[in-house]
Nanobody, 128 residues
């Protein structure tokens, strides 16, 4: 059974940067598409970014394009999210998720029901 653990969250000022890391254990990491979701206070969980098993295909929510960058290291079994130019509206609990490797499109990347494994989340707070 695959288990995921997020780390790297914290409190930062607007315009600052954070790098989140998701470490996987169990299973065969390269067989899965990786993704990050987030849940702002009082709101539903939303899609942030996804990356294919090979790392050659990535997708981003419009709200984070140009500011966030997703990456993966199959040898280390990690999926990272580099967050730059952070805004107060980026404040949320960030979750890592995996789904079986397969057809990945801009539409299916954000379908939460397709993801089989989820981490417990890490808090990101952007405030002055």
């Amino acid at each position: 059974q695959v288990q995921l653990a997020e780390s790297g969250g914290g409190l930062v000022q607007p315009g600052g940067s954070l790098r989140l890391s998701c470490a996987a254990s169990g299973g065969t990491f390269s067989m899965y598409t990786g993704a990050w979701f987030r849940q702002p206070p009082g709101k539903e969980r939303e899609f942030v970014s996804a990356i294919s098993w090979s790392g050659t295909t990535t997708y981003y929510a419009d709200s984070v394009k140009g500011r966030f960058a997703i990456s993966r290291d199959n040898a280390k079994k990690t999926v990272d999210l580099q967050m730059n130019s952070l805004k107060p509206e980026d404040t949320a609990i960030y979750y890592c998720a995996l789904r079986p490797r397969g057809m990945l499109t801009d539409v299916t990347a954000g379908v939460q029901g397709r993801y089989n494994y989820w981490g417990q989340g890490t808090q990101v707070t952007v405030s002055s």
